[in-house]
């Protein structure tokens, strides 16, 4: 914002305004210091009828340090800074579009994507493509909303002179939960905030669970469970403690890598094995089975969880929607093409295999069912890619939790505290979820759990609630600050000043813009009722199959293995004797 400047930068000041470079006891200080805040409060207030009027930008509490969009300023070294701390910066800290766009990217595909082929074929070719479609949509118009939301919120705070501390400060990072609950009151607050903690728990497990089943799948030597346990340990005790989301710009760059080359080698490995036309599922068996699938492509397709933290990182928030819809069209690059290939190459597969299909890695690599069964040594590019999956797992690992860290953090009242007494409580909580994954190892049921709980109402029905609570009159609207474009706003303009003259909200319901998001609060309140009951169901099915504890879920048994190595043993006698009798009877005719 134009006359507002920041008097020091330091690599760790993401989110937060440092109004002087070093704050003692000394009364004079205390005294100039609030005399700066007040002036500094006074100032932003001034400024609210140009940030509406869109003559500035909203203050985002982050220092200025370059251009608008790319921020080449971020990138080199500031004037007198060491070359150790700017090299620290440079691989660590961001707040540019880039860096939003790495963060977004990461936390979107991940794990997500060895699961996605079998959440298509749930769906069938043609319905799951067609629903797809519509999540696309949806997804997009969720862009705006949460931009919307944000900047409108954080002008009102700043008008009122609540959004810095009594220090002057803005440290307590703002999250879903305090956005919804600005705009629609306590409930909506207590709600999301069970809902975001419950799901951030499922997204923390699926990463463990990933990690497992990717290892198991080029080294059955261990079990699931074994698995489980050393990679659930080490994300525990070593990626719970990244301060904040401006400070994994080399982290996001090394994940979208492996997800990448993971990718090109699903699409590779199908390819050389060749379609099988007449497997193909064109259309979903039942409605389980779609609303399964569904909910795994509308998390892909639609957001995520993370979305205003990545706000509070970046410099300047109106950028966002492009750093987010590159990391959409990345999202949909890294999943749709490999899931569809996919659903064309092993549909027999995904067919025969059921539950144990939920990861593609099972698949990759292998010719039949027999090969799957007597568990064919993986390949070195196959090893190589578990690996590489596995660090991106590690990554997400850290992002959502991260997340749910600041959660636990307010919840304790340590979240403004230093590093040193945030981060060791920090270990309670990893560890709770390495249980919760050990106890309950269902991959794709939890897939499908935690996206049907999470993504209908955190990312549809309760943002449109609060636009549509929000927003009062078409005037309001087209003085936002975050525009939607002309053609949603508009409306029949003698029917519009009629129901106007009435009630000025009357007006309102009349543009399109309302009437998207009505729809999407009934769509995807209908969606998120029967996506819950089929997730739920979902996971009954697997426990009642497998257990608790489940020590291998979807694993080959001893006893089938060797009877399917007798079989095979029996078929390769047979086909010798025939061989044999073959030659005897060309010898004898000869």
């Not at 070359?83 to 963060?103: N, P």
């Not at 862009?143 to 700043?158: C, G, N, R, S, T």
């Not at 892909?300 to 928030?317: C, K, P, Q, Y």
């Not at 020590?551 to 080959?556: A, L, Q």
Request: proline share 4%; glycine share 6%; charged share 15%.
């Amino acid at each position: 914002m134009e006359g507002v400047k920041v008097k020091a930068y330091h690599p760790d000041a993401s989110s937060r305004m440092s109004l002087s470079p070093v704050l003692d006891n000394s009364s004079c200080v205390k005294l100039e210091m609030k005399e700066e805040v007040g002036a500094r409060r006074s100032e932003l207030a001034n400024s609210s009828e140009r940030i509406r009027d869109g003559m500035a930008e909203p203050f985002y509490g982050i220092p200025r340090r370059g251009g608008q969009v790319w921020n080449r300023d971020d990138w080199l070294p500031a004037e007198g800074e060491e070359k150790k701390s700017y090299v620290w910066r440079l691989v660590t800290e961001g707040h540019t579009v880039a860096d939003a766009f790495l963060t977004c990217a990461c936390a979107q595909v991940g794990q997500i994507m060895l699961n996605s082929p079998t959440a298509l074929f749930k769906m069938g070719l043609i319905s799951g493509s067609i629903s797809m479609a519509f999540f696309l949509c949806c997804g997009y118009w969720t862009i705006y909303q949460f931009i919307a939301l944000y900047v409108e919120m954080k002008l009102k705070k700043v008008t009122d002179g609540t959004w810095l501390e009594t220090d002057g400060t803005h440290q307590r990072v703002v999250q879903y939960f305090n956005v919804v609950g600005f705009y629609l009151g306590r409930w909506a607050t207590v709600s999301s905030v069970i809902i975001f903690i419950i799901v951030i728990l499922g997204v923390l497990m699926i990463q463990i669970l990933a990690c497992a089943n990717n290892m198991y799948f080029v080294d059955p030597s261990r079990t699931k469970r074994e698995w489980a346990l050393i990679y659930g340990g080490t994300m525990v005790f070593t990626m719970t403690f990244f301060p904040k989301f401006n400070h994994f710009r080399l982290a996001n760059i090394v994940g979208l890598v492996t997800v990448a080359c993971m990718a090109i080698y699903v699409i590779v490995s199908a390819a050389e094995r060749g379609p099988h036309i007449a497997s193909i599922q064109l259309w979903a068996p039942n409605s389980q089975a779609w609303f399964n699938g569904a909910s795994i492509w509308l998390t892909i397709l639609g957001t995520h969880s993370v979305t205003f933290e990545i706000l509070e990182a970046m410099e300047n928030t109106r950028h966002f929607k492009r750093s987010f819809s590159t990391a959409w069209a990345w999202a949909i690059v890294m999943t749709v093409p490999h899931s569809i290939l996919c659903n064309v190459v092993y549909g027999d597969m995904f067919r025969t295999l059921g539950p144990a299909a939920d990861n593609i890695f099972i698949l990759l690599g292998q010719d039949s069912i027999i090969d799957i069964i007597l568990q064919k040594p993986a390949g070195t590019t196959k090893y190589a890619l578990a690996i590489l999956m596995n660090i991106h797992q590690f990554i997400a690992f850290a992002i959502y939790g991260t997340a749910l860290a600041y959660v636990w953090e307010k919840i304790l009242g340590v979240h403004e505290k230093p590093w040193y007494i945030r981060f060791p409580l920090r270990l309670p909580l990893a560890a709770f979820v390495w249980f919760l994954a050990i106890l309950a190892p269902f991959y794709g049921a939890i897939n499908a759990l935690y996206s049907a709980l999470a993504i209908p109402y955190l990312g549809f029905v309760l943002p449109s609630l609060c636009m549509m609570h929000f927003f009062k009159s078409r005037a309001q609207l087209e003085s936002s600050i975050i525009k939607p474009y002309k053609w949603i706003m508009w409306a029949p303009e003698q029917l519009a000043q009629r129901l106007e003259a009435r009630h000025p909200y009357l007006g309102l319901m009349c543009t399109p813009w309302w009437l998207m998001n009505l729809g999407l609060v009934l769509v995807f309140t209908g969606f998120g009722g029967g996506a819950i009951y089929y997730g739920v169901l979902l996971m009954i099915q697997y426990y009642q199959t497998f257990g608790a504890f489940a020590e291998c879920y979807g694993c080959p048994s001893a006893a089938l293995q060797a009877s399917t190595r007798a079989m095979v043993a029996k078929a390769a006698a047979a086909a010798a004797a025939a061989a044999a009798a073959a030659a005897a009877a060309a010898n004898t005719t000869g």
